[in-house]
């Protein structure tokens, strides 16, 4: 079998594996409940400084691993490249003038339910 041969069965291999128990409009990753994302969020967010004045920033990058981590698997974590995209995504996300009061509420949100559970 030449190069391209092998090349052409591995991506055909990589393409079966990844789809295996995944259904349109469903993660390809199912390894914990959609909720488990969330519980240690708030025991995260409170190890922020109140005064920091990077809080906002920081409250929401927390959230936006979380939810991507959740997505695509909680092991990409420690994968610096995971993190590498989440500050482009949040980069990308606070330089929009139109998402800038979403984020704002979603950290608000997240700090009130925080401050309920200390």
């Known amino acids: 079998m030449g190069p391209a041969a092998e090349a052409a069965r591995k991506e055909a291999e990589l393409q079966r594996t990844t789809k295996k128990g995944s259904s349109p409009g469903r993660s ?3 390894e ?3 909720q488990d994302w969330l519980a240690g969020l708030p ?11 990077h809080f906002t920033h920081k409250v929401f990058r927390i959230f936006l691993a979380s ?6 698997g909680s ?13 482009g995504v949040q980069q990308q996300m606070e330089s929009d003038p139109e998402l800038t009061p979403m984020i704002e ?9 925080s401050s309920t559970s200390r």
Do not use: G, K, Y
Request: aromatic share 4%; net charge negative; no cysteine.
């Open 105 to 113: 509420r979603a950290v608000l949100a997240l700090t009130d339910s």
């Open 32 to 34: 914990e409940p959609a």
């Open 28 to 30: 390809i990753r199912q």
């Open 67 to 72: 939810v991507l981590a959740a997505e695509f």
């Open 75 to 87: 092991s990409l974590r420690t994968d610096p490249r995971f993190m590498a995209m989440v500050d």
């Open 43 to 53: 025991q995260q967010i409170q190890t922020i400084a109140t005064d920091d004045p």
